[in-house]
């Protein structure tokens, strides 16, 4: 089960919760499913819908592609309630939502909009703690313009909600296929870590955010899991449900030449990210806690023996892994 999404709250409002999707990649496809699942109807955008995947159940595709100039239809998003916008920025740095998509949410007025954003807003902190108020210092490039983009979001007069995620793991984004292949790559790095989480606890994070009472919502949110760690320590364990062997450890400084710009540009950075906003104060309960959770979850969808999540109400009765 999704831990913490009290569909009963969502759909108990005045008006009924009708979702848009923007950006019909991983993370954007299981937070349709498992919002369906919960009894939420909605919209999810695609760059071409003739060719993407049928949606769940009580949902349809848009069009929406920005290096074409592609927009949604305003009448098929007439009695949309609430936005989520999972698009990264364009090319020059800008959020391509409120580029091309600006005037038409303000015509929708939702009644909340979350953005997903990156914890590589923060930059490096050599492996220190860090939450929603310590400082940012991205590195130029990509979490840079993330930060960009945060600010614009929040400069509108939008109910805008920033998500801060750090490396998205799940079913086909797992370790799995790279070491039953043998093309995996076990590198340490002393003293780094990574934190992770499960695609479908940023959905379940994100239902129940959604669901909160205006006054309990935050600006900024982290969502990440329990238990920031090495990457082989991630990779040993997959390595264990697999019941094969790992490949030779490589120290990272001699294989980072061979690495790809994007690899080496999230080891050059440390940092342990707290999730006390999101399970402490907002109450939100982690369905995946740590990796080892995860893994084996995803393992089990990949595999077929997995039972597929359903949602239950939170604690409060509110509201790829690198």
């Known amino acids: 089960m999704i831990e913490s999404v009290n569909s009963t709250s969502v759909?108990?409002?005045d008006r009924p919760v009708k979702l848009l999707v923007l950006g019909g990649g991983y993370s954007g496809r299981r937070l349709a499913a498992l919002a369906a699942r919960a009894g939420i109807a909605g919209v999810i955008s695609h760059r071409?819908?003739?060719a993407a995947a049928a949606p769940p159940p009580g949902w349809h595709k848009v069009g929406f592609d920005s290096g074409s100039g592609l927009r949604p239809d305003p009448t098929a998003l007439t009695d949309i309630t609430h936005v989520v916008s999972t698009i990264a920025?364009?090319?020059e740095g800008h959020d391509p939502v409120l580029?091309?998509?600006g005037d038409l949410l303000q015509t929708l007025r939702p009644q909340w909009l979350g953005y997903l954003s990156t914890t590589g807003v923060y930059g490096d902190s050599g492996g220190a703690w860090v939450d929603e108020h310590s400082p940012c210092q991205p590195r130029a490039g990509r979490s840079a313009n993330r930060l960009t983009c945060e600010q614009a979001w929040l400069a509108t007069d939008l109910p805008?909600?920033?998500f801060r995620l750090p490396g998205i793991y799940g079913p086909g984004r797992s370790p799995f296929a790279t070491l039953r292949s043998g093309s995996s790559r076990l590198l340490h790095r002393p003293g780094h870590v990574f934190c992770r989480i499960h695609?479908?606890?940023?959905g379940g994070a994100l239902l129940h955010c959604l669901a909160l009472p205006d006054q309990r919502r935050q600006p900024l949110v982290n969502i990440s899991d329990d238990v920031p760690c090495?990457?082989?320590e991630v990779l040993g364990y997959a390595a264990h449900l697999l019941n094969c062997k790992l490949p030779p450890l490589q120290r990272y400084e001699a294989a980072a030449a061979e690495l790809s710009p994007m690899a080496r540009s999230f080891w050059s950075e440390?940092?342990?990210v707290r999730n006390d906003l999101l399970t402490r104060q907002l109450g939100y309960r982690l369905r995946y806690p740590t990796y080892r959770e995860g893994l084996r979850a995803a393992l089990a969808e990949e595999d077929g023996t997995a039972v597929l999540p359903e949602t239950h109400r939170g604690a409060e009765g509110s509201g790829s892994v690198t």
């Open 199 to 202: 695609v479908d606890d940023i």
């Open 11 to 13: 759909l108990n409002r």
């Open 48 to 50: 071409d819908p003739s």
């Open 160 to 162: 805008v909600q920033i």
């Open 230 to 232: 090495p990457a082989s």
């Open 99 to 101: 580029s091309q998509m």
């Open 270 to 272: 440390s940092r342990r």
């Open 89 to 91: 920025p364009d090319r």
